[in-house]
C-alpha cells in the first residue's frame, strides 16, 4: 500500500518542480534582430551541486551536444541544429546555498535564428530535472 502513495508523492514532486521550471521561463532580445537569450530555473532541496553538473553534462554528450564542458558547477554546450554553421550556446549554473541547489539554465540563439519558446522551455526544464537524477 505504501509503494503506490510514494510513487504518488513522487509523481506530485516532478510535476510541481517542473511548473516552477516553466513559470520561470524568460526570453530576452528581438527576434531577428537580435540575439535570443532563454532562461530558466529550477531550486532543489539536499542536491549536490557537483552531482547536479555531473548529470547534467553527462545528459547533454549522451544526447550529442557538442564541445560539452563542466567547470565546477558551470556546464557549457553548443548545438548546431541550423545548417547555418553558426551554433547556439546552451549553459547551466548550478550553485549551492543553505541545502538548496539552484539549477539555471540559459539558450542562447544568434541574431537571424528563431526558435519556437515552447519548444525551447520544454527542453531547458527536462534537461534542468536531470539534475536531480
Avoid: H
Avoid at 26 to 54: C, F, H, N, V, W
Amino acid at each position: 500500500m505504501r509503494l503506490p502513495l510514494v510513487l504518488l508523492l513522487l509523481a506530485f514532486a516532478a510535476s510541481s518542480a517542473s511548473a516552477s521550471c516553466r513559470k520561470n521561463f524568460t526570453t530576452l532580445g528581438l527576434p531577428l534582430l537580435s540575439q535570443i537569450e532563454y532562461r530558466t530555473q529550477e531550486t532543489y532541496k539536499g542536491l549536490d551541486q557537483t552531482s547536479a553538473a555531473k548529470r547534467i553534462a553527462s545528459r547533454l554528450k549522451a544526447e550529442g551536444y557538442s564541445r560539452v564542458k563542466r567547470n565546477g558547477g558551470v556546464v557549457t554546450a553548443w548545438q548546431e541544429t541550423s545548417g547555418s554553421g553558426r551554433p547556439q550556446e546552451l549553459r547551466f549554473i548550478v550553485s549551492e546555498r543553505s541545502g538548496k541547489t539552484t539549477v539555471e539554465a540559459i539558450f542562447t540563439i544568434q541574431q537571424g535564428q528563431v526558435a519556437g519558446k515552447r519548444v525551447v522551455r520544454d527542453e531547458l526544464c527536462r534537461l534542468i530535472a536531470t539534475a536531480a537524477g
